[in-house]
């Protein structure tokens, strides 16, 4: 089965790099919340960010909703995910669509999950890239077609600097490459050359 776990277990172990997206200027409230997620218990990490979500960090927003999320509280993660979507912030994106595809704290609704998701891989995000590919090859939310499998997994190799998103992409593009025509291939390395990621508007 190429999608399996929780839709947070399965990230855990995954990088946080939500703090290199475009965010509002750090305020010293806010340095200090970055300092208290490393330094403090999980709890009090959830304080800091819920307080810096408050005065609107989009990126607060998002690891607030993760830390509920982690501990079953999707009811209130959703809506703080839904505010960081809501301005393009990718990892939230991916959030909301994992949620959908689990059915983790919404009725589970695969093409919903895998429109959130296009829209966190449309902006790079490997993640996303990587669990849109595997949809495709499944036909699970969109209509199963290997080529489009192939050119989000490609990206997602092309995006993930994360060793086990790389490796994962890798195992599935080698039976994609098995299942596809040499044109078919060539069509979709030309598509993964000249993509570019979307930027969110302001």
């Not at 855990?12 to 997206?21: D, Q």
């Not at 690891?63 to 505010?83: T, V």
């Not at 998103?165 to 598509?191: N, V």
Request: proline share 4%; glycine share 8%; with cysteine.
């Amino acid at each position: 089965m190429l999608i399996t776990g929780t839709a947070t277990s399965k990230r855990r172990a995954l990088s946080f790099p939500w703090l290199s997206r475009a965010t509002p200027a750090p305020s010293s409230g806010w340095a200090k919340c970055t300092i208290s997620a490393a330094a403090k218990p999980r709890t009090a990490a959830l304080d800091w960010f819920s307080k810096a979500a408050a005065q609107g960090h989009v990126g607060a927003e998002q690891k607030a909703g993760r830390l509920l999320a982690d501990k079953g509280d999707y009811a209130e993660a959703m809506p703080l995910w839904q505010k960081a979507a809501d301005q393009g912030f990718a990892e939230a994106e991916l959030d909301i669509g994992s949620s959908y595809l689990y059915g983790a704290g919404v009725t589970r609704d695969d093409a919903t999950g895998a429109a959130w998701l296009r829209k966190a891989a449309d902006q790079g995000w490997a993640e996303a890239q990587l669990t849109l590919g595997k949809l495709y090859h499944l036909g699970r939310g969109v209509t199963a077609d290997d080529r489009e499998a192939y050119v989000w997994e490609s990206l997602a190799v092309l995006y993930g600097h994360n060793t086990s998103i790389e490796e994962d992409a890798t195992t599935d593009l080698k039976g994609l490459y098995q299942a596809l025509t040499p044109d078919q291939i060539a069509e979709a390395d030309k598509r993964v050359a000249a993509w570019t990621p979307t930027i969110p508007g302001p």
